[in-house]
């Protein structure tokens, strides 16, 4: 592992996971392939363009773009894809999916022949603890359980999931696949709910609660998560998943009450509106085959989230420039008409 592709690395986990290998693996290169959405920004990356001049560069470029694909290839002499591209809002898939089938399986597909096309590339996907779909009872989501995605986000991924093990299992591609709980931290665009409240609350504006907010999920640090992904690209074994989570779960509405106590606002601030459609209730998934591998979690729940609050409260350079543009068409879309319900 000399030369990294790190596809959708200007997002949110991309980009700390590409800042994470730079300052750990001095002998790594990176070069971020990303296709600048909406969820793209160049200033995630700003301070490791600076700071890793030598070690790190940029290529602009859609991942369904198989042409571009393997220019990048060629012309980085790349060994290893970590693949991070991906139309990550579940609302938004509920909105528009097609966007999500094209980058999050097509896009997929195209990485993956690319890879076989230079000589088996080691090949890393980015999954999520969504393909699961909900999980019932206390039990908690193995890599061997079967995939019941219910969003098209979720549906998107799992597809990908399964093309990434079919070219495992039928061209010997050398691939491992890692599947991350709810992520928090620096840089997440503020359509995910932490960010979106943090910031809706230092507006004072409501904070929008999808139904009665008792639906459980696990917010994890995203250096927690990278650290997890660079284990499993040094030390997993070829062909197999890992789940990256604490392994814990909590309520939304926890989660809520411990970034409302960080920032000093009032509870009165919470609304609870009209449900997400297809919502699900709980995701929790095993994390043991990790820690066999020697992880553990540096965060808690509480302290992932009372770090994050206050990364929004110290850097509004990155996140005011964000809310007052595509995001407010975004936002009235979603939430404009949406029915308070408490
Ligand atoms: P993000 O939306 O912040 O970033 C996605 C990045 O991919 C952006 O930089 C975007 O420009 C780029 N991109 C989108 N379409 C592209 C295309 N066609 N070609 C090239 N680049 C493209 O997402 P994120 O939250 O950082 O998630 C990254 C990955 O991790 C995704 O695969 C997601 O499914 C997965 N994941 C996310 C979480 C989470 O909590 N956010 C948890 C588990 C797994
Ligand atoms: O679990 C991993 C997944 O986590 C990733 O694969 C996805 O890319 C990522 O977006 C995230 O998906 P979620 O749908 O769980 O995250 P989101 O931040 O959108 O919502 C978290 C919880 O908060 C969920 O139960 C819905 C709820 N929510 C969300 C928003 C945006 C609200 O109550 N109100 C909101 O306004």
């Known amino acids: 592992m000399k030369n990294i592709l790190v596809t959708g690395g200007a997002g949110f986990i991309g980009s700390n996971f590409v800042r994470y290998m730079l300052h750990v693996h001095p002998e790594v ?3 971020v392939y990303d ?7 160049l200033e995630n990356l700003q301070d490791v363009a ?3 001049a030598g070690r790190y560069a940029f290529a602009q470029g859609d991942i369904c773009d198989a042409q571009a694909v393997e220019a990048a290839l060629r012309e980085h002499e790349i060994d290893t894809i970590v693949n991070f591209a991906a139309e990550s809002h579940v609302d938004r898939s509920i909105m528009n999916p097609d966007a999500f089938i094209q980058t999050d399986v097509y896009g997929t597909y195209v990485l993956l022949e690319a890879a076989r096309k230079f000589g088996n590339l080691r090949y890393h996907q980015i999954s999520t603890d969504e393909v699961y779909g909900h999980i019932h009872g206390d039990h908690r989501s193995l890599e061997t359980d079967n995939l019941a995605p219910r969003s098209p986000y979720a549906a998107s991924k799992a597809s990908a999931d399964h093309l990434v093990n079919a070219y495992h299992i039928t061209y010997e591609l050398p691939i491992t696949i890692t599947r991350g709980a709810n992520n928090i931290g620096p840089y997440q665009y503020p359509e995910k709910v932490v960010p979106l409240f943090v910031t809706n609350a230092l507006n004072d504006l409501p904070l929008p609660v999808y139904g ?3 639906q459980m999920r696990d917010y994890q640090y995203v250096i927690d ?3 997890g992904i660079d284990l499993v690209l040094r030390e997993g074994e070829i062909g197999e998943t890992y789940n990256v989570g604490t392994g814990e779960e909590m309520t939304n509405m926890q989660m809520v009450e411990i970034l409302l106590d960080e920032l000093g606002k009032p509870r009165t601030l919470i609304q609870h509106v009209e449900d997400r459609m297809g919502h699900d209730r709980r995701y929790c998934m095993n994390v043991q085959k990790l820690m066999d591998l020697g992880w553990e979690a540096d965060y808690t729940h ?7 609050v206050r990364w929004y409260v110290n850097n509004p350079w990155w996140w005011e420039p964000i809310r007052s543009g595509e995001f407010k068409e975004f936002y009235q879309r979603l939430y404009g008409e949406r029915k308070v319900i408490g």
Do not use: M, P
């Not at 296709?35 to 920004?41: D, E, H, I, P």
């Open 302 to 308: 509480e302290e992932a989230i009372r770090e994050t």
């Open 50 to 52: 600076e700071q890793f």
């Open 35 to 41: 296709k600048l959405t909406y969820a793209g920004r």
């Open 225 to 227: 998560h990278c650290k």
């Open 29 to 31: 290169n990176v070069v």
């Open 212 to 214: 009665d907010g008792q």
